[in-house]
Every structure is written in C-alpha cells, then in structure tokens.
C-alpha cells in the first residue's frame, strides 16, 4: 500500500494516557496520592463502561490528562482494565480531516465514530487491531485522536502546512 505523502493533518502531542484497573481507588494511591496529580474531573459512561478520575500533569496547552479508569461492570465491554495502560490520546490539529484521511489509506477506527469525550473534546480511536479491509491498526495499542483546540494548536505547533 502506497500512502499519499501529503496529510492535511498535524499531530501536535500527547494529550492523554488512561491507565485502567479493577479498582480505581488503587490507581490513585499511586498517581494522587503519591505522584501528586491534581483530580480535575470525573467521567462515567454506560456506554463507555467506565468510571473514571480525570487527572492532570503541567498546565496550559501542555498539560497532560492521565485517567485513572474501573469498568461499571468487569463482565462487559469495553473492558477499560483488561490493559493496564488503556490507550494513549493524541492532540490532532484537523480530527475530521485526519480521519477522513486516515481512512482512505488503510487504518482501522474503533466503533462509535467520532463523538465528544469525557474532557469535551471530540474524539475517536485508532483500532489496536488491523483487519483484511483496514491493514493498519495500532499494533496492540489503542490509540485516541483528540480534537485540539485552537489554544493547544498555537502552541504545540500552529495549522497544518503553516511549517511552524
């Protein structure tokens, strides 16, 4: 497969990482308590099975979110504690463009589409698995693009082709 070179796309940055567990209370006597993340939020889904802390390391456009998840119910699924290390969140400059492009040559997007996620951004994933019609997957790793906004765009990197 032969990919167009050109991507009317930039990935700016690490915008998360979600670490899951059976018992979130676990994860944040390290990542709280410990290592002295600042909670700024909570996130629970039904459909995302998911009961989650929203913590977060720096400030501003470069401040990092690290989630700290448990399952609603251990039995269904997703299962956000089956990987200790869930999934790894991207800053992206253009989401739907990256998609759009991303798609066309070859990589495999989770189900659910793009929607807004637990921090209010829009949001996708990169499938961990590739398929026959989709070759490219994230080899394992499920991988989160996120919408940046325009303050995180200006200062991880400006617009796509800005060269800056």
Known sequence: MTMN????YRILGIQQIAIGGPDKAALRRLWVDVLGL?????????QENVD???????????????DLM????PEKRPAVHATPL?????WVDDLPKAVEWMTANGVRFAP???RKGAAGHDICFIH?????????????????????PDDV???????CGSGA
């Open 5 to 8: 070179a050109t991507k009317p």
């Open 38 to 46: 600042e909670v700024t939020g909570t996130f629970v889904s039904e």
């Open 52 to 66: 989650e802390d929203i913590c977060a390391i720096g400030a501003g456009p470069h401040r990092v979110e690290v």
């Open 70 to 73: 448990q399952p609603l119910d």
């Open 86 to 90: 869930n999934h790894v969140g991207l």
């Open 112 to 114: 659910g589409g793009v």
């Open 128 to 148: 961990p698995k590739s398929s026959g019609e989709f070759p490219i997957g994230g080899e394992g790793v499920l991988i989160e693009l996120v919408q940046a």
């Open 153 to 159: 765009v200006k200062a991880l990197g400006g617009p």
